[in-house]
């Protein structure tokens, strides 16, 4: 009994996938290795194919499809998004390689309340292919970066970033899975971060509180 009354007190996080899931894994772990005191309410994809839904059943998180295009427009199925994240009170909507942009419908409601992880340092490569966009640009030092998300896409106040140094003749493939396991110990430590009131937006700022 008790354990179930902690397990409801503890701060609920719904994280949106679409598609393999690693950064909900690592969030998962970090639950259960107590790494992270949060709770996953939900997890909610956008594509019925999203290896993450996979996962979220497997670890008894209540997993949603819910598919745009039984919508008549963005602001509806973000609405319905919404609603859904609303069935319990959520500290944060963490994104997880979520493929659309959100609009100010959602980004307007959940204000400073999303966090999203995106595999460079922004504010270089911004978008989908950031990791061979580095790549191709020929810089020398790529990372990883998470940050709050605001109106514009990849562009939100920055609560952690990393570098990861890329090595002569790496391949996109051998990069990407580098840029992963930084990811992975990454976005639990900041969602910790943010879910224990260490951070303050302050301007394009993040700041630390203690
Ligand atoms: C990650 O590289 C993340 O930075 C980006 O999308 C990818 C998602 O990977 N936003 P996964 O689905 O968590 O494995």
Redesign the pocket.
Known sequence: MMVRADHLMRPTIVVL??????????ILRAIQTKRLRARVACVISDRAD???LARARQAKVPAHHIDPARFPDRASYERALIALCEQETVRLVC?????RVLSPVFVTHFRNRIL?????LLPAFPG?H??RDALRWGVKVTG??VHFVDEHVDHGPIVLQEAVPIRPGETESQL?TR??QR??RL?PEAIRWVLAGHTKIVGRSVKKVS
Not at 95 to 99: I, S
Not at 116 to 120: C, F, Q, R, S
């Open positions: 996938c679409s598609g393999q899931g690693t950064n909900l894994q690592a999203a290896y993450a994104l997880a390689g979520f493929m999203n992880i995106h595999p460079a989908a950031a990791v990883v970066t990407l840029i992963h990811e992975h976005y």
